[in-house]
């Protein structure tokens, strides 16, 4: 049985998908588990795509012209099972043959976070070759939009515009995102001019943070999945002083 480490926040584990697209883990493929069945998952990849190899094994394979492979796991929200997903390397091997695999940053193969998030090529100014980023799917980004539109128009309180950007404010902040958040909030200022009077003072906007590159605690798998068979929560209300702590990206990358 493989018990891996769990990153307990969303984003930590955005980041660590985007780290690794970023450094060759080109091809996916992904899915939803019950609790029930995550361990054997989880189990069967090590087993036969060798998920839980170290540096110096994906390295060799990388020499060898063999491909390489990272599982992502993370208990979905309100629900009992997880979300998955298997990045692959360049190269051959069992996972190739076996797996249908797709291209991250696909136009029509992007991988996605349910309906909120996808991956996507982001081009930096100071950087020669493009990088991978988040940015929100089209209808969640349409979605903000009426939300804002709407929240600014109630006229007789602030309260759903101030918790519009309060909400808008807790997307991670990764390089597409903070451009989408940026738009958004453009259209907030111009919505408050246009629907409210000269003396009804504007919220304060502000520019999304980055995601930083922090520790994260970490549970194990079984742990995980003990708690959501109980009908408790995945992780518990604060990291306990039982749990482990891993940089989200540290080194150099993945091999």
């Not at 540096?55 to 009992?80: D, I, M, V």
């Not at 076996?98 to 029509?108: I, K």
């Amino acid at each position: 049985m493989w018990n891996p480490e769990i990153l307990r926040y969303k984003t930590s584990v955005m980041q660590r998908i985007q780290l690794a697209a970023s450094h060759g883990y080109g091809r996916y493929v992904s899915g939803e588990c019950r609790n029930q069945r995550i361990i054997a998952l989880a189990t069967k990849f090590a087993q036969q795509y060798s998920v839980a190899a170290n540096e110096n094994q994906r390295r060799w394979a990388k020499q060898n012209g063999r491909a390489n492979a990272l599982l992502f796991l993370y208990p979905k929200r309100e629900s009992t099972d997880w979300l998955w997903w298997l990045l692959v390397s360049a190269g051959s091997g069992a996972v190739v043959k076996s797996e249908r695999l797709r291209a991250v940053t696909g136009q029509r193969t992007r991988l996605s976070w349910l309906t909120e998030f996808e991956s996507v090529l982001h081009q930096r100014s100071d950087s020669p070759r493009p990088s991978v980023t988040w940015r929100m799917k089209r209808q969640n980004y349409d979605a903000w939009h009426a939300r804002i539109r709407s929240a600014v128009r109630a006229r007789k309180t602030d309260l759903p515009a101030k918790a519009a950007l309060a909400s808008l404010y807790r997307n991670p902040g990764f390089a597409g995102i903070r451009q989408q958040v940026f738009r958004l909030t453009q259209l907030f200022r111009k919505e408050w001019i246009r629907s409210r009077r000269a003396a009804d003072a504007m919220p304060q906007t502000r520019l999304l943070a980055y995601v930083q590159c922090s520790s994260c605690p970490t549970m194990p798998l079984e742990e995980i999945v003990l708690r959501v068979a109980a009908g408790r929560s995945a992780f518990p209300r604060a990291p306990s002083k039982h749990e482990n702590s891993i940089g989200d990206a540290g080194g150099a990358g993945p091999t």
